[in-house]
């Protein structure tokens, strides 16, 4: 279809084909075990899909780690390894804060930077207060964009997005850790198709 052109209307025995092939996909859905989308699943495993962790800025993966497991009806052991996965992380980003919070270790600094020729290179440095200064002038980029001025101000920005991270993964964590308590089988696969127990 090229550009500015209308596309025909559809006849009402294509839109009637359409609805069935929507309810047909919906039937063959199952429950991801750790996202918690309704995903095809009409050969046994949950298909290919992405997940969007609300942790990190909510921003989408190119696969989800319930991606070709069992669905949720039927089995839980992939959700209770993304649980302890999740934990794992937690208490990695608090040791994190507590070590930016304590200067005992420097914060992470990462960005992306515009290249003379206008390419978005991404740029990683550690930032301390000892090294301030210096990468202030190495990556003025950076500061330029900062409302912070001060060592202080940029510190407790990060802290402040840091914890929001912190706080985002524990109420995913409880979430999840109600989906995995409360669980219970209700499906089986038997003759190449999901049937209710």
């Not at 070709?68 to 208490?91: C, D, N, Y």
């Not at 407790?156 to 999840?176: F, T, V």
Request: charged residues 30%; positive net charge.
């Amino acid at each position: 279809m090229a550009w500015g052109q209308r596309r025909r209307a559809l006849s009402t025995s294509e839109i009637e084909a359409n609805r069935a092939a929507k309810a047909k996909r919906e039937a063959d859905a199952m429950t991801c075990q750790v996202c918690g989308r309704k995903i095809l699943a009409n050969t046994g495993p949950i298909a290919h899909h992405g997940y969007q962790r609300p942790w990190e800025g909510g921003y989408q993966t190119s696969s989800c780690f319930g991606a070709r497991k069992e669905p949720f009806e039927a089995e839980r052991s992939t959700l209770k390894t993304w649980i302890g996965f999740m934990k794992a992380k937690k208490h990695s980003l608090e040791a994190r804060i507590e070590a930016v919070n304590s200067e005992t270790s420097g914060m992470l600094i990462s960005y992306r930077e515009i290249h003379k020729s206008r390419q978005q290179l991404p740029t990683l440095f550690t930032l301390e207060r000892g090294n301030f200064a210096a990468m202030k002038a190495e990556h003025g980029g950076y500061f330029r964009y900062k409302s912070g001025k001060t060592f202080d101000e940029i510190k407790n920005q990060w802290l402040a997005a840091e914890e929001w991270k912190r706080q985002s993964l524990a109420r995913e964590i409880q979430n999840q850790q109600r989906r995995y308590d409360g669980w219970k089988e209700t499906h089986t696969f038997v003759n190449q198709k999901w049937e209710a127990l």
